[in-house]
């Protein structure tokens, strides 16, 4: 019988534990926005853009802010990030001029004094390494991403779900392959149920970018994604690479990489963090990933380029003195040498304002810390309480004794 209450006991406890911990640690983040889609804000009907050129705006209201992401073809595709503290603030777009061949200085954020952070991502270029054996390997000429021709975004834009995709092809590509960016907004915090499933937050973006059938040029090619960012001059940036003993939603990976830009460059101070993309190491060869189909990629170092990206957009709202980095993420897929293997690369990141949001434990790793230093913990409670009441029974006992 009291072995079952102490069972009953025990168990009860240790549920406490981990929905108490769960409560605490875990589902913390109930920040919410609320997001719309916009697509080539101002542009109405009678004129319309080219297909290859768009701008998708992605509106994210909070209380008293608001945060404007804006997916843009027309060159290499680019992601700004635009932070106000004005729920009202608003893109102005002058289309006659965003469309002609000086760009400049045709997008804005009103009003200007309310932007408190404005940053881009651009992805410039697809890189081929051919793998030689030992002697090293030798770079072919790379796809450059601004030469691509891009689809029309408008066909693929689902405004409930905040999603659309970008897809391009290079001349050289055959009509099967294509490299796709697949972007998502979101109100709340939460995790995509596609590997790596990346925990975001309402401060956040993801671009996935996917890329198919792009037949290698050799017989051990691998690729890399260059990868440059602008950002205003006064900020500092670095890459940080953080491990995590937990693994439960990216199987088999233990870090996460994250680019971040910040007022101050001391890589332990992340409160004056201002501006992130994150990745975790990993590119997947299938669309639906077994463990198996994981392969590791690898950053350089950012690097200052003299040059900013070649991207409409970049030179259309960037007027002012601003910084331009770089740098290179190499997957580690080499091509078979067998013929037809179906080619196919996913990796995914985030971009957005503030803190990068951080994997804590998962509730299973939770559950089972909680089990394994919580039962001997309950167990020498449940018996210090047990030997005292043998003892004092005992001891009563004895008394009765010695008055006999
Ligand atoms: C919004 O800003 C106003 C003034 O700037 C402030 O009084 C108010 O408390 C803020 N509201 C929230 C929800 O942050
Ligand atoms: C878009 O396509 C037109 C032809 O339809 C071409 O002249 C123009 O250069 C392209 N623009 C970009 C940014 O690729
Ligand atoms: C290295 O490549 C050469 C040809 O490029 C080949 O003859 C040689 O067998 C290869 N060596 C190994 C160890 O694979
Ligand atoms: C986008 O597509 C819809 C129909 O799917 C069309 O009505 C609308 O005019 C298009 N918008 C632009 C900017 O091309
Ligand atoms: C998102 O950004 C807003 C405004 O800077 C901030 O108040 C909020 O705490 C952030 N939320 C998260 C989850 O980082
Ligand atoms: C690739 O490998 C095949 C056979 O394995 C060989 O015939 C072919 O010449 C190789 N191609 C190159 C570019 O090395
Ligand atoms: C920040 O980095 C720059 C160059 O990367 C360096 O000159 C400067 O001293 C660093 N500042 C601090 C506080 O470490
Ligand atoms: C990316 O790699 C290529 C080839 O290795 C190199 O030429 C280029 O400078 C790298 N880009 C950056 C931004 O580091
Ligand atoms: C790629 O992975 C293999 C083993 O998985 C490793 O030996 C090699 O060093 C890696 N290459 C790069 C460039 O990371
Ligand atoms: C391999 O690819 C070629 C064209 O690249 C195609 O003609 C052939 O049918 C393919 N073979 C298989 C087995 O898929």
């Known amino acids: 019988m009291s072995a079952i209450k102490a069972y009953y006991f025990i168990y009860f406890t240790l549920f406490l534990v981990v929905c108490c911990v769960n409560g605490f640690m875990w589902n913390g983040d109930t920040f919410k926005r609320k997001v719309s889609l916009e697509m080539n804000p101002g542009l109405t009907p009678p004129s319309a853009a080219p297909p290859n050129v768009s701008v998708l705006h992605a509106r994210a209201l909070g209380n008293n802010d ?85 689809d029309d975004v408008n066909k693929t834009v689902d405004y409930t779900h905040h999603t659309a995709q970008l897809c391009g092809r ?84 233990f870090q996460v990489s994250e680019w971040v830009w910040s007022h101050d460059n001391s890589s332990s101070s992340s409160s004056s963090v201002v501006g992130f993309s994150q990745w975790k190491p990993v590119v997947y060869q299938k669309s639906l990933p077994a463990i198996e189909d994981a392969a590791p990629c690898s950053h350089s170092e950012p690097v200052d380029l003299p040059q900013a990206p070649p991207s409409r957009i970049i030179p259309a709202y960037f007027t002012q003195n601003l910084l331009t980095h770089g ?15 179906t080619q196919f690369l996913s990796w995914t990141m985030l971009a957005g304002i503030g803190i990068p949001p951080s994997d804590f434990f998962s509730s299973l790793v939770i559950a089972i810390m909680a089990v ?18 043998r003892k004092r029974k005992r001891d009563t006992l004895g008394q009765y004794e010695s008055i006999n």
């Open 372 to 389: 394994g230093l919580g039962t001997p913990l309950v167990l020498l409670v449940v018996g210090g309480v047990y030997i005292c009441a």
């Open 66 to 150: 608001t945060l404007h992401f804006l997916f843009c073809s027309g060159g290499a595709p680019a992601l700004l990030v635009i932070h106000t503290h004005s729920a009202e603030s608003a893109v102005e777009v002058n289309w006659p001029k965003f469309l002609s061949s000086d760009p400049a200085d045709s997008v804005k954020v009103e009003p200007e004094s309310s932007v408190q952070y404005r940053g881009a991502l651009v992805f410039t270029r697809l890189w081929e390494y051919d793998e030689l054996n030992s002697t090293g390997q030798s770079v072919l000429s790379p796809y450059e991403l601004k030469d691509f021709e891009w």
């Open 170 to 253: 290079h001349a050289s590509f055959s009509s099967s392959a294509s490299l796709c960016l697949h972007f998502s907004a979101y109100e709340s915090s939460g995790r995509e149920e596609a590997w790596p499933s990346l925990l975001h937050n309402a401060n956040s973006s993801q671009l996935r970018i996917l890329l198919k059938d792009v037949m290698p040029r050799t017989n051990q090619s691998h690729f890399a994604l260059e990868l440059q960012t602008v950002s205003e001059a006064g900020l500092q940036t670095r890459v940080n690479v953080h491990k995590s003993i937990d693994d439960e939603y990216t199987p088999s990976i």
């Open 327 to 341: 740098l290179n993420v190499t997957f580690n897929v080499s091509s078979e040498p067998a013929a037809n293997s």
